[in-house]
């Protein structure tokens, strides 16, 4: 796939940009950014001007904790942050996707994930310290949630609301048992302390996509101005297949709906991460883990961050692809084609034949700064172009060459964005294409 495009200054009219214009292609895509190697699951807090990250077992400790001026870093690796294992778990195995979160009262609460050494699961226990770096000391006799009928529990993370009620995210792991029990994400509302449990837990949501592999986990809740967004992962842990989703709701007390597609997958990342799951976010960062090496085998899985952006309080990652859907644009002198045979949704936009004949599409940035857009098209009655405009200024002149109708491919084009939303406008300039999506990266 060609890109032979102009980037140059808006002109008074279409018909003045020149048809033949090029310039050097470039990158625009900035991938997130790999910060701390061998380091899983990663938990990350700010206390006052320092940054705190915590992650599962590795050959660093039961939880190895890091800390950097910013979310950014760079980071240094300050120790093992629970150098006590508590007395119900086994000495054996590794700890898991450790949260932690500060009280009222001042105290750091850890949740981690430890093996039962009462039962073959895993099990979410406690543990609190005076400061962020610990360490942090195991609480109670035994794990705070642990049912062997539901594969056991993992994942646990804090969540406090605006109301200033407190509660307890943690996934049952109904995947531990092969049985075909689903694996569920529930919420219970807690006390302040973290760990006194307040009525009955509720069901946010359960695996049911076919990516997700009979496996959702690793829940993270934010509550945004017009709705709560969950993240979760999903899919086997080991390997390329792990993606990190999302699904909202306007109330704790309503059900929750996942999104159409996966926020972060291998591909979305155009695989500068492997399998990036295990979110966390910090204001306007995201944190994942993803594979270096091979799993099975003796891969390890590194930490990255990436800008994070909310576009109609729903979550946008730079560097991930983000798909528009070009029939949802607004059209002049052109239509939406359905049915189309292999097209994005089965729609695309037709008879962009006209000088005036045009689609707006809206897309978002989460920061300022050039973009790399993947363009659908298809084209089948010789090479086409369109003009495109960006934000009513830029236009450049984008070439399709032609594979046939109903043959969907990409063409890639860096342009500049402000932060937030975005027009593009695709324009007829020469011959004829259709237009399917709009991939931002």
């Known amino acids: 796939m060609l890109l032979v495009t102009g980037l140059v200054t808006a002109m008074a009219h279409v018909g003045s940009v020149p048809a033949a214009a090029t310039a050097p292609q470039r990158t625009a895509t900035e991938p997130p950014k790999e910060v701390i190697t061998d380091f899983a699951d990663p938990e990350v807090i700010q206390v006052g001007a320092t940054t705190y990250a915590y992650s599962t077992s590795s050959s660093r400790g039961t939880v190895p904790v890091a800390s950097a001026p910013s979310a950014s870093g760079p980071w240094t690796m300050r120790g093992d942050a629970l150098p006590t294992k508590p007395s119900w778990a086994k000495e054996e195995g590794g700890f898991w996707a450790p949260d932690v979160s500060r009280r009222a009262d001042g105290q750091y609460l850890m949740y981690f994930t430890a093996p039962s050494a009462a039962n073959p699961y895993m099990c979410i226990g406690a543990a609190l310290s005076t400061g962020p770096l610990g360490p942090f000391r195991p609480i109670g006799g035994g794990p705070l949630v642990c049912d062997p009928r539901e594969g056991g529990d993992i994942d646990a993370a804090s969540f406090v609301d605006n109301d200033g009620k407190r509660y307890l995210l943690y996934k049952s792991d109904g995947n531990a048992l092969n049985n075909g029990t689903p694996s569920i994400i529930w919420l219970q509302e807690v006390n302040a302390d973290g760990i006194t449990f307040v009525g009955p837990r509720r069901e946010l949501i359960r695996n049911g996509q076919v990516a997700e592999n009979g496996v959702i986990e690793a829940p993270v809740l934010i509550k945004r101005p017009t ?74 899985r590194s930490t990255y961050t990436a800008e994070l952006g909310w576009a109609n309080d729903r979550p946008v990652v730079r560097g991930s692809r983000v798909r528009y859907e070009a029939e949802r644009g607004v059209l002049n002198h052109a239509e939406v084609r359905t049915g189309a045979a292999g097209a994005s949704q089965d729609a695309v936009v037709a008879k962009l034949d006209y000088q005036d004949s045009w689609v707006d599409i809206q897309v978002f940035a989460p920061a300022a700064g050039h973009y790399t857009a993947h363009v659908g098209y298809a084209a089948g009655g010789g090479d086409a172009q369109h003009i495109v405009t960006v934000n009513g200024t830029t236009q450049f002149v984008l070439n399709y060459p032609a594979h046939g109708w109903d043959d969907w491919r990409q063409v890639p084009a860096t342009i500049g964005l402000n932060r937030g939303w975005n027009t593009l406008r695709f324009q007829h300039h020469s011959r004829w294409a259709e237009l399917d999506y709009v991939e931002i990266a």
């Open 227 to 300: 709705q709560y967004v969950l993240f979760y992962s999903g899919g086997s842990y080991c390997g390329d297949d792990y993606f990190t989703g999302y699904a909202v709701s306007s109330s704790l007390a309503e059900p929750f709906s996942k999104a159409y597609r996966p926020l972060m997958t291998t591909e979305t990342v155009d695989g500068a991460v492997r399998g990036p799951g295990g979110a966390d976010v910090l204001g306007d960062h995201v944190f994942v883990h993803g594979w270096v090496g091979e799993c099975p085998g003796e891969g390890t």
